[in-house]
């Protein structure tokens, strides 16, 4: 529940900073000698913590770059957290839901076509072992018949059959 809104938060805060045109530069940087959470009140301040600075997110190359503090040591909307543990985890995340994603896609496609296949030839199966049975029978109806006339004598040609 705290990555989710850890998640919401930032997509929220870069959301703000992209919005902005032109974010006035000395609003942050006048929160410099302050702490962590006086500097990240504002979405488009960064806090660097090696050099205990506030400075303007740089919004043009989404993630700072390491001259101006480095991964490890930047906090942005959370001081608790630094872009390299937010990279990392965003990427595991990502990852792990595409591959389920991906997973689940085959599993049911393939699922799909074994439960069609296989109900289709199950179907066919059926259909053959009722056709033997009453292959089988009529045979045996047959043969009954015959034995009948057979005893009977009337195994000759039909005398009813010249009136057809």
Known sequence: MLDLRISLLLVCGLAAVFA??????QVCEANNGTSCEQCLQNV????CITTKTC????????????SLCPLNDARWALCGMNF????????VVGGVII????????????????RSGSFESKMQRQA??????QDERRAEMKQRHDEIR?????SG????SRFA
């Open 55 to 66: 400075l303007t997110y740089p919004v043009k190359t989404i993630l700072p770059p390491h």
């Open 150 to 154: 057979k005893k009977y004598g009337l």
């Open 128 to 133: 053959d072992k009722l056709k033997t049975k």
């Open 20 to 25: 902005q045109s032109s974010a006035p530069g």
């Open 84 to 91: 390299q543990t937010l990279i990392i985890t965003f990427a």
């Open 157 to 160: 040609q039909n005398p009813y």
């Open 44 to 47: 488009t301040c960064l806090w």
């Open 99 to 114: 591959i389920a994603l991906l997973v689940c896609l085959f599993c049911c496609c393939k699922c799909e076509n074994c």
